[in-house]
């Protein structure tokens, strides 16, 4: 067998496992391993075919590899969890909220939260509200 399908084999076998991981690093080793297999098959000396590995990887992991970095995993995409992922949302109030009382419950997407008003005011139970912001576990919220 002609080493370029040597080649070729290691950059299926590493592409497959930049599949697993998430640096985008495997995947510019798998592309000098093209790289190898081009110099392979141009009938370049094996230490010239790794040369172009060592150098084509360089040049994905300076160049490629930021830019799937930025496409990939984008700032600010954030996904909100636990109560961060509550504001906005709309629930009704299933215990009294009173003024100066964080006693008050709030059902959202069917759990049961403790509550507060933004503005103090008074809510019975059964009126709809919106989450606007948290204080540690308790939701504030105000009156739709």
Same mark, same amino acid.
């Given at each position: 067998?002609d080493i370029?399908?040597?080649w070729?084999i +290691? =950059? #299926?076998v590493?592409f497959?496992? %930049?599949l697993f991981t998430?640096g985008f690093a @495997?995947?510019c080793l798998?592309?000098g391993?093209?790289?190898?297999a081009? +110099? =392979? #098959?141009v009938?370049?000396d094996? %230490?010239?075919?790794?040369?172009a590995f060592? @150098?084509v990887?360089?040049?994905?992991?300076?160049?490629?590899?930021?830019?799937l970095?930025r496409?990939?995993f984008?700032?600010g995409?954030?996904v909100?969890?636990?109560v961060d992922?509550?504001?906005?949302?709309?629930?009704v109030?299933c215990v009294?909220?009173?003024r100066?009382?964080d006693?008050g419950?709030?059902?959202?997407?069917?759990?049961?939260?403790?509550?507060k008003?933004?503005?103090?005011?008074?809510l019975?139970?059964g009126?709809?509200?919106e989450i606007?912001?948290?204080?540690?576990v308790i939701l504030?919220?105000?009156?739709?």
């Amino acid at each position: 067998m002609d080493i370029w399908i040597y080649w070729v084999i +290691a =950059a #299926l076998v590493l592409f497959i496992i %930049e599949l697993f991981t998430t640096g985008f690093a @495997v995947i510019c080793l798998a592309v000098g391993a093209l790289g190898g297999a081009v +110099a =392979a #098959l141009v009938g370049a000396d094996v %230490e010239i075919q790794f040369l172009a590995f060592a @150098v084509v990887s360089i040049l994905a992991i300076v160049g490629l590899r930021p830019v799937l970095k930025r496409l990939f995993f984008r700032k600010g995409d954030k996904v909100q969890t636990n109560v961060d992922a509550l504001i906005g949302k709309r629930g009704v109030v299933c215990v009294d909220i009173e003024r100066d009382d964080d006693n008050g419950r709030v059902m959202v997407d069917g759990l049961d939260w403790r509550a507060k008003s933004i503005d103090n005011e008074p809510l019975s139970k059964g009126t709809k509200v919106e989450i606007v912001e948290r204080d540690s576990v308790i939701l504030i919220v105000k009156k739709l």
